[in-house]
């Protein structure tokens, strides 16, 4: 089946600092990739949907201005957490799809975020 | 928006029974229904999937069925094995070029010896 990579897998930052997590896919052009969130013992929470060379489209509650994604290639998109706080730390999980009428979304491996 | 319940949310059975996890959603436009499993720490992995055009589903010892007039649907594990304790999430798909996937809060499999 296709494969999603994500880097980094793990990640320690100081309170206010910036940090990015890049969702590749790696053997199939994905048009559309999802950011989600999860908490410990909760479900996964869609925070965006990425369109290959547009605007993100952020989910009610997410702040476009903290998590700023980018998805410049259709292999590449990126989550950039910006001004990190304790209460950002989570386990941040991208999937991705392909066009046309296939529904099946390929889900990365995650990146589990602590801010200090 | 679409809107996933999901039920029960811890579900214990004896190793070698069936485990049955009922979901419900909203959007009567939702024409997607994945099913996934996640063991601690890692991703999330679709382990069967059903689409409105089909009302059951089945895959050696999972099944998963599907009401749309109730908007239902169902994953049934039989005989089931130490190896199915995990965390499984139903979801359902919105139509649209987004088809965002909506999960259920999950539920806790535990498969007791």
């Known amino acids: 089946g296709a494969v999603v990579s994500q880097h980094p897998s793990r990640v320690i930052c100081k309170s206010g600092t910036s940090v990015k997590i890049e969702c590749r896919s790696l053997?199939?052009?994905?048009?559309?990739m999802f950011w989600y969130r999860q908490f410990p013992k909760q479900s996964l929470m869609l925070m965006a949907t990425?369109?290959?060379?547009?605007?993100?489209?952020?989910e009610q509650g997410v702040e476009k201005d903290k998590f700023l994604i980018n998805h410049a290639s259709l292999t590449l998109s990126t989550l950039t957490v910006t001004s990190a706080h304790p209460e950002d730390s989570s386990f941040y999980i991208c999937?991705?799809?392909?066009?046309?009428?296939?529904?099946?979304?390929?889900f990365g491996p995650g990146t589990r975020l602590t801010v200090l | 928006g679409e809107n996933v319940e999901q039920h029960p949310s811890t579900l214990s059975v004896q190793e070698g029974d069936s485990a049955v996890i009922k979901c419900t959603y909203s959007?009567?436009?939702?024409?997607?229904f994945p099913w996934y499993k996640q063991e601690l720490g890692k991703r999330p992995q679709l382990i069967i999937d059903?689409?409105?055009?089909?009302g059951e589903k089945k895959d050696q010892r999972i099944a998963v069925t599907l009401n749309k007039t109730a908007k239902h649907f169902s994953l049934h594990i039989t005989e089931t094995q130490p190896e199915d304790s995990a965390v499984y999430f139903c979801?359902?798909?919105?139509?649209?070029?987004?088809?965002?996937?909506?999960f259920g809060k999950g539920t806790r499999l535990h498969i007791l010896p």
């Open positions: 999937s991705a799809k392909t066009s046309g009428t296939t529904d099946t979304q390929y």
């Open positions: 959007d009567s436009a939702s024409n997607y």
């Open positions: 990425s369109n290959e060379g547009s605007k993100a489209t952020y």
């Open positions: 979801a359902a798909m919105g139509v649209g070029r987004d088809d965002k996937i909506i």
């Open positions: 053997d199939f052009q994905a048009t559309t």
């Open positions: 059903i689409r409105s055009n089909v």
